[in-house]
């Protein structure tokens, strides 16, 4: 192990921890606020928009972290598990924003 792999655990473990933060204020205290753009005119059921983000933030958020431990294991192959990264969170991304538009009048 070398000091390199981990400054790369620590920053992907904290990132996996702001989203698991953020996907709890929103699924479990209802914050929608803070999301970026959010209209409470717009939006027709504000329960089921916070359990969608909330749910899509808890799953990347996993995904964070498994992949920060690759880090620590399979550091010779690491551009692999951050190929799958960059794949998972572009479709993440992708049903995020298809998905939420039902909530949206």
Known sequence: MNYDAFIGFGIFVGISL???????LIKCCGRVHLL????EKMV????????????SLF???FVWLLTSFSFLFILDF??????F??????????????????FYS
Do not use: Q
């Open 85 to 102: 990264l960059a794949l998972f969170t572009i479709f993440l991304s992708i049903r995020l924003c298809r998905g939420a538009t039902t």
């Open 59 to 61: 799953s990347l958020s």
């Open 78 to 83: 690491i551009h692999y598990p951050m190929l």
């Open 36 to 39: 970026a753009g959010y209209d």
């Open 18 to 24: 702001l989203f698991s933060l953020l996907g709890y």
């Open 44 to 55: 027709r059921n504000k329960e089921g928009l916070a359990k969608w983000v909330g749910e």
